[in-house]
């Protein structure tokens, strides 16, 4: 039988239970508790924090109290860890280790938090490396580095300029835009004094009038300290405005060389302008109108005017289109690049969206004679265009050219291969080979692409090593099967031209599937082992086993592991690594079991409460004389004491200790009126302390002697006979079991 790891929290009887469980083990062990806020003994008058604020002028230094029982070896190291904002650790970051703490079982460690710290639920835990063991997680704390410190800048979205006032005819957004990255943090916006609930974010849709400020939200203990208040928005909604426009020009449809002048409808000496082009602010355009110019260039597009002053609210104009009237088209039909063989004639076409177009052909710069129409046909090589003149509309006399065409007379032809799709040696299941270029190589060498022009009329014949490949004939060819690995090329022929490809080599993997499956996939210990397995008959397969990407020597069919990793199996199919699926063997985590309800349990005398585990495979409870009383999930206590839960996740345990206690109904009474009233005459213990033989009650005198020492209190202090010399005298008490105090402090006797 496997020994197993148990988690105990550090009471006398669980450290008694501890060794009880791992008694058939030499192996040293160490119960470690969760990590708790400590002072800072470099502060005077510090105490332990409750919530970390950090960053603030530069102040990073915190110190957590660690506490364990057992036996460390002598390589030991403690580790503290944080966990992420939500409380996990899937990826804990580390916070600081130690390895001088083995002999110390009560020490500080000092931690600073990182950077990019902001959130109200981190935990910390502390892990040992020589017995490897992890405590119980802590409370969660809010914890904030606060990088920014200084008065936050909102404005209006798009603008950067802090405004006192913003006036708006509807909806807009103001955004803090005075910091780098500001998404990255969580804000809190106010409109009036009074918090906008759920607005988070960086940016804020506003919709009514008010005060609008933020600042960034570093938590309750944290965000004061912040100083990130931000500049205050005056903002009014639902203003008419003063209704401006654009007057109508005369003509928005430009030639080269024309000008429009465009002006606001009315005017005011009070007012401030500006211009806009496309929702841009042209500089300088600062009066009530702005003239276009369409001898510039990129002058077409929509054009708005702004007026602003103390005493109205900022107004944009609709939009005036002004357009290019010279801007027609010419687009070139033909490939750009054709190839003319002997007794051959080629075609070149352009269209136009002139008015009434005439056309004029030219060759190597040459007017072509006679060339006069929307197509020319070709015998020659060199380069041609056609010059489009429009005739008609707004701006006649225009010319504008056509791309080139490159004619030329090949010498050769020279074909390239490439992968048609994403392709990756030994990954690849599958791949497609095509013709992706076909170069024309001129008499001086230099080359062509007139793949559009030729592909199709080339036939082509796929090799494999230098053998034809029997029905690929076309100008791609498609590989599914490791049998059809190996260096390909292709053949093409056009006429008397017969060019080949450069060659490429594909290797595919095979597509076939290896799955390996484990006896478990929690790590308990050092002296636990697993076993990791698959289906696969490797009796005559090439293969290894690997741990977190590293080959493990071994040529074992079952891998047994005793360490936690990832882990998987790699199969050398045709030269290429063929891996399993990745099985990861995970340190035991004790949170996997969790309690509901948590933490002490408490109930009135007389009634029952019932706690319930979650996260294992099987439970057992033990009352403290470590007797089993349950194997269920769930548990209903009806009286107080320590218990203990043992519960199994697949071959591990982990152990969590349950205090169950009464709840006090009643307070111990500090104050009691012997006046023979019948009412408050005696000293009246809740039933928790009251008639137990297990509970000690001691009062004593001023002078620190004992008037009361017994067991099994009656509730009978003061007796009848029992005499008081002054007016009010102080007793004082304690109430405590074989183990500690439980309760102490002082009772008046007012006679």
Known sequence: ??????????????????????????????????????????????????????????????????????????????????????????????????????????????????????????????????????????????????????????????????????????????????????????????????????????????????????????????????????????????????????????????????????????????????????????????????????????????????????????????????????????????????????????????????????????????????????????????????????????????????????????????????FDTPYTPCVSTSAVLNTQTINAVLSDGSKIDVTADLETSFTYQWKKDNTNVAGATSSSISLTSTMENGTYLVDGTLNSFIASSNALSATLLTNEAVTISSTSTIYCSASDTITISTATDLSNETFAWQKDGVDITTTDIELTVNTPGTYRLVLDKNGCSLPSNEITISPLDPDLISLNPAGDILFPEGTSKTVSASGGTAYRWYDANNIEISNSASITFTEPGTYILIASIDNCEVSKELNVAYLETFKVPNVITVNGDGINDQWILPNSYSNKSDVNVVIYNSNGEEIINEYNYKNNWPQSTTSFTKQNMVFYYKIKNDKEVLKQGTITVIR
Not at 79 to 93: M, R, Y
Request: hydrophobic residues 35%; contains cysteine; aromatic residues 10%.
């Open 1 to 418: 039988m496997k020994p197993k790891l148990l988690y105990f929290v550090p009471q006398l009887f669980t450290l008694v239970m501890l060794l009880f469980a791992v008694s058939n083990s030499s192996a040293q062990s160490i119960v470690l508790n969760a990590p708790q806020p400590a002072d800072n003994p470099n502060l005077p008058g510090n105490s332990p924090w409750s919530a970390i604020c950090a960053g603030n002028a530069g102040f990073n230094e915190f110190y957590a109290n660690i506490t364990w029982a057992g036996t460390a070896n002598g390589g030991n190291e403690f580790i503290l860890e944080l966990s992420d904002a939500a409380g996990n650790f899937a990826s804990p970051v580390e916070l600081g280790r130690v390895n001088d703490q083995n002999s110390n079982a009560d020490f500080d460690m000092m931690f600073a938090i990182p950077t990019n710290t902001r959130g109200q639920g981190y935990k910390m835990r502390v892990r040992s490396t020589d017995p490897a063991k992890t405590s119980p997680t802590s409370s969660a704390y809010n914890m904030y580095y606060m990088d920014v410190t200084t008065n936050l800048n909102i404005s209006e979205l798009g603008n950067g300029v802090p405004p006192g006032s913003i006036c708006a005819t509807g909806p807009f957004t103001l955004q803090v835009d005075n910091i780098a990255n500001p998404e990255t943090y969580q804000y809190i916006w106010y409109r009036s004094g009074s918090e906008l609930t759920g607005e988070k974010g960086h940016t804020l849709n506003v919709t009514q009038s008010g005060m609008y400020s933020a600042f960034i939200d570093y938590g309750p203990e944290c965000t004061g300290s912040g100083n990130t208040d931000s500049n205050i928005v005056d903002v009014t909604i639902g203003s008419t405005g003063q209704g401006i426009f654009i007057n109508p020009p005369s003509n928005t449809a430009l030639c080269n060389g024309d000008t429009e002048t465009l002006s606001i409808n009315t005017t005011d000496s009070s007012w401030n302008y500006k211009w806009y082009k496309n929702g841009t602010l042209i500089l300088g355009a600062t009066n009530s109108s702005y003239i276009v110019n369409a001898a510039s260039l990129g002058f077409e597009g929509d054009y708005q005017v702004e007026i602003s002053s103390s005493s109205i609210c900022t107004e944009r104009s609709a939009a005036i289109t002004i357009t290019n009237a010279d801007n027609f088209t010419v687009t070139r039909v033909n490939p750009a690049n054709l190839v003319l063989l002997p007794t051959q004639t080629k075609t070149l076409s352009a269209t136009t969206s002139a008015n009434t177009p005439t056309y004029q052909w030219y060759r190597n710069g040459s007017l072509v004679s006679g060339a006069t129409n929307a197509s020319l046909d070709i015998t020659q090589d060199g380069t041609y265009y056609v010059a489009v003149t429009q005739g008609g509309g707004a701006c006649p006399g225009t010319i504008k050219n056509s791309e080139q065409t490159i004619v030329a007379i090949p010498a050769s032809f020279e074909i390239v291969i490439a």
